[in-house]
């Protein structure tokens, strides 16, 4: 069984920065990759970022290219936030995609930028 605790949303000015946290804790060997996902009131689930955890590649959505970025170290992934913007209000979410192809999910964390 693995569980994902993610944390570190809070209110935060635009411009501002913020680093959101995913703790992974059970069985990770088979671990793939991890992806953070926001969902803002209203709106559909949003892709923000990804990391494989055999190759550390990563990827983002034009979104914000360029502003997150996500890194990895050990069973803990990290999302750091730089410029932020109004628009990234969302609860944000860190899912961890198994190698058999079974998904865990965070139960998310609410961050707020005000403008």
């Known amino acids: 069984q693995v569980q994902l605790v993610d944390s570190g949303g809070v209110l935060v000015q635009a411009g501002g920065s913020l680093s959101l946290s995913c703790v992974a804790s059970?069985?990770?060997?088979?671990?793939?990759?991890t992806r953070w996902y926001r969902q803002a009131p209203g709106k559909e689930r949003e892709f923000v970022a990804v990391?494989?955890?055999?190759?550390?590649s990563t990827n983002y959505p034009d979104s914000v290219k360029g502003r997150f970025t996500i890194s990895r170290d050990k069973n803990t992934v990290y999302l750091q936030m730089n410029s932020l913007k109004p628009e990234d209000t969302a609860v944000y979410y860190c899912?961890?995609?198994?190698?058999?192809?079974?998904?865990?999910w965070g139960k998310g964390t609410l961050v707020t930028v005000s403008s």
């Open positions: 899912n961890l995609r198994m190698t058999g192809g079974i998904n865990y």
């Open positions: 990391i494989r955890w055999s190759s550390g």
């Open positions: 059970g069985v990770l060997s088979c671990s793939y990759a």
